[in-house]
């Protein structure tokens, strides 16, 4: 077994964006740390206009026809939106400039803006989007309550089943929801999402934040980050979001960037006692 490695806390702002607010938040927040992570709602992403939605459906016509439903529909248009909207605010172009792309393993990624990483989420009406330029990132979004259906035995380590069998009934349920919105953002950071079982890693708590335990330790070579001999050193954080939402979501997020790169783990001017792993605005 190899020995974990310290993996430092996310240090980011979650911004609750719309389309129709102020973006300056979320751009003082990339020119600062290069990461963005945003969450909204299916009802204010729905875009207005008629064009607009046209737009929208006709960059994935494919995946446009195989939606059945209002509810589905709805909810792709709105995520398509706010993924484009956040790009295009970081970017400094107009959301229509952004163009969203999928590799044939399913990731997203931005045509003609190489150096970005992006990643999306979405459960019930909320949607939640990170972009990063220091490598691959995901994020995933789960309601608080679903914590309680979640089985052990198909997603959890020995050591993490025999953390969670010491934790009292709800302990428990808000663990297995944590490990679990950890797991689905590290997959989808790698660019594999649930094709690796969930049983094939694990993460520790730790004071700065979970500490990934992965022998494989690795990231698709497309990304530019391991494939090389080097391995990219990963942060994680979790934050429950309530705001603007019908009831608590949990949002996680893991972020790599290369062990080379020398960047801090913390920020200028940050003391030890700020060290939740997400702030809220």
């Known amino acids: 077994m190899s020995v974990p490695s310290?993996?430092?806390?996310v240090l980011l702002p979650v911004r609750l964006v719309d389309p129709r607010g102020c973006w300056?938040?979320?751009?003082t927040d990339w020119a600062r740390e290069g990461t963005v992570l945003a969450y909204g709602t299916v009802g204010s992403w729905v875009p207005d206009s008629p064009a607009d939605a046209e737009r929208l459906a006709a960059a994935d016509p494919g995946r446009w026809a195989a939606l059945r439903g209002e509810r589905l529909r709805a909810r792709f248009l709105a995520s398509r939106f706010l993924l484009r909207s956040v790009v295009g605010a970081v970017a400094g172009t107009s959301w229509r400039a952004v163009r969203p792309a999928r590799t044939h393993l399913g990731r997203p990624y931005i045509e003609g803006l190489p150096g970005l990483r992006v990643s999306l989420s979405h459960s019930g009406p909320v949607l939640a989007v990170a972009v990063s330029t220091h490598g691959p990132v995901g994020v995933d979004t789960e309601r608080v309550a679903r914590g309680t259906t979640l089985p052990p035995g198909r997603m959890c380590t020995p050591a993490e089943a025999g953390r969670l069998a010491g934790l009292r009934e709800d302990e428990r349920a808000a663990e297995l929801l944590r490990l679990w919105t950890l797991k689905e953002a590290y997959t989808k950071a790698l660019g594999v999402g649930l094709r690796r079982s969930p049983r094939t890693f694990g993460f520790l708590p730790g004071v700065r934040g979970p500490v990934l335990m992965d022998e494989a330790d690795e990231a698709d070579e497309?990304?530019?980050v391991g494939g090389s001999g080097t391995q990219p050193r990963w942060s994680f954080g979790t934050r429950v979001v309530r705001s603007a939402l019908p009831e608590p979501y949990l949002l996680s997020v893991a972020v790599a960037q290369?062990?080379?790169?020398?960047?801090?783990?913390?920020?200028?001017?940050?003391?030890?006692?700020?060290?939740?792993?997400?702030r809220t605005a």
């Not at 310290?6 to 806390?9: D, E, L, Y």
């Not at 300056?24 to 751009?27: C, F, N």
């Not at 940050?270 to 939740?276: F, G, I, L, P, T």
């Open 6 to 9: 310290p993996s430092p806390a």
């Open 24 to 27: 300056q938040a979320t751009v």
């Open 222 to 224: 497309a990304d530019g």
């Open 258 to 278: 290369p062990a080379e790169s020398g960047r801090a783990a913390t920020l200028p001017g940050r003391s030890a006692s700020d060290m939740s792993p997400l």
